[in-house]
Nanobody, 123 residues
Framework: QVQLVESGGALVQAGGSLRLSCAVSGHTFSGLTMGWFRQAPGKEREFVAAISRNSIVTSYANSVKGRFTISRDNAKNTLYLQTNSLKPEDTAIYYC????????????????WGQGTQVTVSS
């Protein structure tokens, strides 16, 4: 059974930084495309960032490009999202997702999801 467990969410002031982590078990991590999505209150879930199996390809939403960095450590079965220069509009539950396919930006392309970690950015 594949499990994804996020951590690292917190309350932070605007301009601050957080590092989110996602620990994966029950699957060969290096065989998974990984992504981060987020959902703010009253809004639909949206794509944030994704990374290919070998870390060569990354993709970002325009709203986070230049501020967030996605990375992975295949030896530790862990996905990361470094978030810098946080803004109040980044407030959301952040979800880690894993895909056995090669698509990256659409939530329907992902097979497994974590429970989420709350990021709150105060102004």
């Amino acid at each position: 059974q594949v499990q994804l467990v996020e951590s690292g969410g917190a309350l932070v002031q605007a301009g601050g930084s957080l590092r989110l982590s996602c620990a994966v078990s029950g699957h060969t991590f290096s065989g998974l495309t990984m992504g981060w999505f987020r959902q703010a209150p009253g809004k639909e879930r949206e794509f944030v960032a994704a990374i290919s199996r070998n870390s060569i390809v990354t993709s970002y939403a325009n709203s986070v490009k230049g501020r967030f960095t996605i990375s992975r450590d295949n030896a530790k079965n862990t996905l990361y999202l470094q978030t810098n220069s946080l803004k109040p509009e980044d407030t959301a539950i952040y979800y880690c997702a894993a895909s056995e396919k090669v698509g990256m930006r659409r939530d329907y392309e992902y097979d497994y999801w974590g429970q989420g970690t709350q990021v709150t950015v105060s102004s």
